[in-house]
């Protein structure tokens, strides 16, 4: 390809002048988007100037390409995200030039095209661009349009194109010698919307013979890519960039053939300070009853009698540099160690939410030793029941005392502290006494790791707590800030004074609203009458409880009145009271130094600082979620821990590089290689020869076959049977099966849910052009419009699930539509990377017709090596809850079910771990949400501690997938893959190493992964 301003060739005579005006909607988001479009035509391109971090780019540039009197006669204009090393495909067009000027004129006005992709590309385009064609007999341009004639008008953007200021006669000339020595072609993409698969080539349509027996090419009419917005009264509003200047600005700038607009190359803030930005935007707000029981304090006093590990150094009598791990559900925090000592003193504190769901979680306690080389030592551990710590007595009654035997309450006012001297390198100690009558002071008998040590050591960890009701702490904070505000100190506001002091704190609450205070206690304005504190807080207490519209605030303050700063992006810091909480709690404590919750899993906590390179050879950062994540986190519902899904290094790896940033997985050959392995792999699994696997998956997944309708593995004539085996009547109960606006899970899976698209693309998918539109793929037009930014809930199923899956509601079946696609994993790494799976791989809608949610649709996605999705439903056809529907053949697959979001909610737990990108473990029939008409169903916990050995394995094993003897153990699938059966080149995966650009500081890695 050759580009303007390289060649040495005479310059041809007849020029095509491009005006690319604009773009619209090129993708989803406008982060670090950069769009810039490219035309050309026998093999001469010119680019317009990139613009910066928009979607809806205005270039105002002038292109000219040449047109040689050879070749096609088909301009292709591509639009491309461009970044410094890469660019992302954004959508392309093309059009016929001869088309372009057939009623003898030599401009084309300004139209709106739809972009569309091409089968090389095979992606998902929404965008559409603005241009106008005009024609030029010399390279200088001297037949040009006039930039002073055109005129943009927000919001209707109306352009008018002068009249040609040279001979029409000689420019159509020139045109007409130019159509008889280049070849017609065709220019329409498909009917599926796709242009020529040949890497951007045109079709060539076969000639027609004419009646001078010359031959002719038919056209077809390029009105058929057209948008003409404005020819129908449409509204051009939502067609103009959100960060467009004004109309003045945007006429006095000039259009340039080289230089992109002034609007096109406004520069854009740097990633770090537009995070910062964006962060410190976050303001403290108060949101409707979020079901926090309250915020328990813990101070990690000191720990006595620890046995003396052995010392590999000569110098050392023992080794034991011990720290403090504190877990509780999703939180984890750990002290500072202490250097060389049996009875370390810590004098740390930490603190927590507790939400309602979590009321029946333990908190653990791990004390280990740290070691400089090695891995670090267990020492003991302790569970402890959360009633145990957040009991406050009065005084030390029987009753009060903990469940546990290895947790007694102590009556201890003594505190102890040490002071190490920087000048004699002396540790001082010392003991005072200090009020504790609010406090709650445990002494934790700690479970020796080494048994050996049992017998002579009775190592304890002393911890005080404190529990503070939520209800209480919100009425608290009120009475704070109203006492702030009160200028007379008489306890009382008037209207003007209260008004002014919801306005200070950010509050949008009308006139209205305020005005009904009074009236609810019988005060009158127009005598002036005022309100005493507690009535203000009983009238926003009823606000907080009955809840507000989105767009109203009770407070909306940019920083905490306590500590004064802003909240950032602490995604655990959302409420304002939790924070005045624990700032203020400073005042009555008797520890200073506060710990924070920084840490994914207990395992992270205590990671070795050269793990990081080990994650090399794997991916991405451990933190909970996010884009370059490489751990998949876990939580049980019913007892809530967390642990983390396993893969091999392999298979984290392949993920890696086919996923990450490279768009090497959106190519033709791993399409159809993948396509070939699925296909090839499910004919396998239901060959009668497939039944002698069955044995190793139940060995490899430690499978339990209790709940089987069909326990005998023999039974079972190929392995599909095997792996869509039904479960025993009542293996599944249905919560409140008599109430239809409770939704239950449609099945076994790790679950993750927002309540908008918005929220799901912003945390968890990731793919560059994921849509509603896309994934319904032009079915169900009616019902896309209700969906638009609905609640979507995403139910994956690993391989050692029951792949059955059921009816979340009571309604009746729709048409089953049937989409052919991909086969991409739905690997959570994938899944947040930035190719669209969801979008891409094949997949089944079938709407339910409600009467309590309307119609949900029910989406059944097909992934890497699954066989089919069966349906044993049909349409017309009632269902109940727990119905069900279909199976899924061998291999990992996914559920997706979109609600409009003003008839459903998703229960409070499952949306609180999908925010912090953790996925909830939920089986057939469990709650998932429910009508808002409705209070949420409350799922009963389990202790963990009083589980059997065997129901432990077997929910560790249902979260994990198995056990892995290695870190490199290759997944059983992996494993059943023949050789034949893969068919791909080794460069369809092929990547350079610099492909890898991976940075150190976004290396972690769990100690599981060490031991490998």
């Not at 385009?125 to 200088?140: D, Q, R, T, W, Y």
């Not at 940019?558 to 009271?577: E, F, L, N, T, W």
């Not at 249905?734 to 099945?747: F, G, H, K, L, Q």
């Not at 409009?900 to 089986?923: A, G, H």
Request: glycine letters at 6%.
């Amino acid at each position: 390809m050759k580009f303007l301003g390289r060649s040495k060739a005479t310059p041809p005579t007849l020029w095509l002048e491009i005006e690319a005006l604009q773009a619209k909607n090129l993708t989803e988001s406008a982060k670090n988007c950069h769009p810039k479009l490219i035309a050309s035509i026998n093999g001469t391109s010119q680019s317009t100037c990139r613009a910066n971090n928009t979607v809806s780019p205005q270039w105002g540039d002038t292109l000219s390409l040449p047109l040689d009197d050879f070749g096609s006669q088909v301009v292709k204009l591509m639009v491309w995200d461009a970044h410094r090393i890469t660019s992302n495909y954004l959508g392309e067009l093309r059009l016929n030039v001869s088309e372009l000027f057939e009623d003898r004129e030599t401009v084309s006005p300004a139209r709106w095209y739809k972009l569309h992709a091409s089968k090389y590309q095979h992606s998902f385009v929404p965008g559409h661009v603005e241009l106008a064609f005009g024609l030029a007999i010399s390279k200088k341009r001297t037949q040009s349009l006039d930039v002073s004639d055109i005129r943009i008008s927000v919001p209707e953007t109306t352009l008018e194109v002068s009249k040609l200021k040279v001979s029409d006669a000689l420019v159509l000339e020139l045109l007409e010698k130019w159509r008889r020595n280049t070849t017609g072609v065709t220019a329409l993409p498909d009917s599926q919307g796709f242009y020529s698969e040949d890497e951007g080539e045109v079709d060539i349509l076969d000639p027609k013979p004419s009646s001078d027996g010359s031959p002719t090419f038919e056209y077809r009419p390029v009105s058929a890519l057209l948008l003409l917005p404005f020819d129908d009264g449409t509204d051009m509003s939502s067609y103009v960039s959100s960060d467009a200047t004004s109309t003045a600005e945007l006429s006095d700038c000039p259009l340039s053939r080289n230089h992109g607009s002034t609007l096109a190359v406004a520069s854009g803030k740097t990633k770090r300070l537009a995070k910062f930005q964006r962060a410190k935007a976050r303001n403290y707000e108060l949101f409707k009853t979020r079901n926090v029981l309250g915020v328990v304090f813990v101070e990690i006093l000191l720990c006595t009698d620890l046995p003396p590990l052995k010392s590999t150094s000569a110098s050392l009598r023992f080794d034991m540099d011990p720290f403090v791990v504190v877990s509780f559900g999703k939180k984890t925090f750990r002290t500072s160690w202490r250097n060389h000592t049996l009875n370390p003193i810590f004098n740390e504190r930490l603190a927590f939410e507790i939400m309602l769901s979590e009321r029946d979680y333990d908190v653990t306690f791990s004390v280990l030793d740290k070691d400089r080389f090695s891995f670090h030592d267990d020492v003991g551990v302790i569970t402890v029941p959360l009633n145990d710590l957040v009991e406050i007595p009065s005084d030390l009654s029987e009753n009060s005392r903990p469940t546990s035997d290895k947790v007694s309450v102590i009556d201890d006012s003594t505190h102890v502290s040490f002071r190490k001297s920087t000048v004699l390198k002396k540790k001082t100690i010392t003991h005072q006494s200090v009020d504790t009558a609010h406090f709650k002071t445990l002494a934790l008998k700690l479970e020796l790791k080494q048994a050996k040590y049992a017998e002579k050591y009775r190592p304890e960890l002393k911890v005080r707590t404190r529990f503070l009701h939520y209800d209480e702490l919100r009425r608290q904070f009120w009475m704070k800030l109203l006492a702030q505000y009160d200028m007379n100190k008489d306890g009382h506001f008037d209207f003007m004074e209260l008004t002014v002091f919801l306005e200070s704190i950010g509050s949008t609450l009308s006139d209205e609203t305020i005005e009904s205070f009074y009236a609810k206690h019988g005060k009158s304005l127009p005598n002036g009458d005022t309100l005493g504190f507690e009535e203000i807080v009983d009238s926003l207490e009823e606000l907080v409880y009955a809840g507000l519209k989105s767009e109203n605030h009770i407070i909306n303050i940019d920083k905490c009145p306590v500590c004064g700063k802003a909240r950032m992006a602490q995604s655990a810091d959302m409420d304002i009271v939790t924070h005045v909480a624990i700032c203020a709690s400073k005042d009555w404590s008797i520890v200073d130094k506060l710990l924070f919750s920084r840490y994914a899993s207990v395992n992270q906590a205590t990671r070795k600082w050269y793990s990081k390179a080990l994650i090399k050879l794997t991916y991405g950062k451990y933190v909970l979620g996010g884009k370059n994540s490489g751990n998949i986190l876990v939580q049980d519902r019913a007892t809530g821990i967390i642990l983390e899904e396993k893969m091999s290094m392999y298979v984290r790896l392949g993920i890696r590089l086919l996923y990450n940033k490279f768009d090497k997985a959106d190519t033709k050959r791993v399409r159809r290689s993948l396509k070939s392995l699925s296909i090839k792999q499910g004919a396998k699994f239901d060959s009668l020869n497939s039944a002698k696997d069955i044995s190793s998956f139940i060995k490899f997944h430690k499978l339990d076959l209790t709940d089987c309708l069909n326990q005998d593995p023999e039974a079972y004539a190929t392995f599909n049977e095997f792996f869509y085996r039904a479960l025993k009547p009542g293996a599944r109960p249905v919560t409140s099966p008599e109430e239809p606006r409770i939704v239950v899970s449609p099945a076994d899976c790790r679950s993750c849910t927002f309540d908008s698209i918005s929220a799901a693309t912003e945390i968890w998918i990731k793919g560059r052009n994921f849509s509603v539109e896309k994934l319904m793929a032009g079915h169900f037009p009616e019902l896309l419009l209700k969906l638009q930014n609905c609640a979507i809930g995403i139910f994956r199923l690993a391989p050692q699930d029951y792949h059955r899956f059921h009816s979340p509601v009571e309604g009746v079946i729709g048409e089953i539509k049937e989409i052919s696609g991909d086969y991409y994993t739905v690997n959570p790494m994938a899944i947040r990377s930035e190719l669209d799976v969801f979008g891409e791989n094949v997949r089944c809608l079938v709407p339910i017709h409600t009467k309590d949610f309307s119609t949900v649709l029910y989406i059944a996605i097909g992934a890497m090596m699954v066989g089919s999705s069966v349906f044993t439903v049909s349409e017309g056809q009632t269902v109940k809850k727990g119905d069900e529907i279909g199976y899924f053949k061998f291999g990992g697959s996914t559920i997706l079910t979109l609600f409009e979001p003003k008839y459903f909610q998703f229960d409070l737990d499952l949306v609180q771990n999908s925010s912090q990108s953790i996925e909830t473990l939920v089986r057939v029939g469990q709650s998932i949400g429910h009508s808002p008409s409705v209070p949420e169903s409350t799922l009963s916990k389990r202790d963990i501690k009083k589980m059997t050995h065997d129901e432990r394995l077997t929910l560790f094993r249902t979260i994990t997938g198995g056990d892995y003897a290695h870190v490199n153990t290759l997944s059983w699938e992996s494993q059943q893959v023949d050789e034949d059966a893969l068919d791909m080149d080794e460069d369809a995966l092929d990547m350079d190493e610099d492909a890898l650009d991976m940075d150190e500081d976004a290396l972690d890695v769990d100690d599981d992964s060490e031991s490998g």
